[in-house]
């Protein structure tokens, strides 16, 4: 079974710049959550989807990034404009639905690292 | 608030030698708690969770994780490290009382192994 798959692997752009991140949950798995890792301090949350419906989208920083997740599979996390705080490591998780949806393991992806210049 | 801290950036331990890499974490309740680990330019490898019953979990490569709510600790240990156990461990938690499906990850500890 293919895991959680994130593309492109590294994004560098100029601040300013858009940037369009993708990710593809494993086949199945209705909940899909973006997390970024900054500065290698700790992994942060930034919002869960329940097909295409965004359950909690708490974590966002602010109006520029926008996720999106037409038709329920992959997903995508826009950064329009970029600036050089957005710098970091996104990484994608998904799991499959369950009884107790707050027990399931999430699983993540390889992480897009993307360095705003 | 919520919070997971791992207190040491880095572990040291030789190979063969039994690993122990700390956390604590500050939910109120009981928690359900998990450990990640990521090898250089992979992604987030699942390790273990605890969620209710015994405090001593087993997981993935031959590690464990003992619950102690006393000292709302959880930490990762291995009884004979190997040098392939050198990666970045992230102990995380989820509060199913306000939290439901974020998951809150400490800033992660280094292990280096030595042969």
């Known amino acids: 079974e293919a895991g959680v798959t994130q593309f492109p692997s590294h994004s560098v752009i100029e601040k300013g710049q858009t940037v369009t991140l993708r990710c593809d949950p494993i086949?199945?798995?209705?909940?899909l959550y973006w997390y970024r890792r900054v500065m290698g301090k700790e992994i942060k949350f930034l919002l869960h989807f329940v097909k295409e419906s965004k359950q909690d989208e708490s974590g966002m920083p602010n109006n520029r990034f926008l996720a999106e997740r037409t038709g329920g599979t992959y997903s995508t996390l826009k950064v329009q404009p970029a600036e050089l705080e957005d710098s970091g490591v996104y990484f994608c998780?998904?799991?499959?639905?369950?009884?107790?949806?707050?027990?399931?393991?999430?699983?993540f992806g390889p992480g897009t690292r993307l360095l705003v210049l | 608030a919520q919070s997971v801290a791992q207190p040491e950036d880095q572990v040291n331990v030789a190979e063969g030698n039994p690993l122990t890499v700390k956390c604590t974490y500050s939910?109120?309740?009981?928690?359900?708690l998990f450990w990640y680990v990521q090898y250089p330019n992979r992604g987030l490898q699942f390790l273990l969770k605890?969620?209710?019953?015994?405090?001593l979990v087993k997981g993935s490569y031959g590690f464990e994780a003992e619950f102690n709510k006393s000292q709302t600790s959880f930490h990762l240990k291995k009884p004979s490290a190997l040098v392939s156990d050198s990666a970045l461990y992230f102990c995380?938690?989820?509060?199913?009382?306000?939290?439901?499906?974020?998951?809150?990850f400490g800033a992660g500890t280094r292990l280096f192994v030595k042969a």
């Open positions: 605890y969620i209710t019953g015994d405090n």
């Open positions: 939910v109120s309740g009981n928690p359900y």
């Open positions: 998780a998904s799991s499959q639905d369950g009884a107790r949806q707050d027990q399931e393991t999430q699983y």
């Open positions: 086949s199945g798995h209705d909940n």
């Open positions: 995380a938690v989820r509060d199913p009382h306000t939290g439901g499906f974020k998951t809150i």
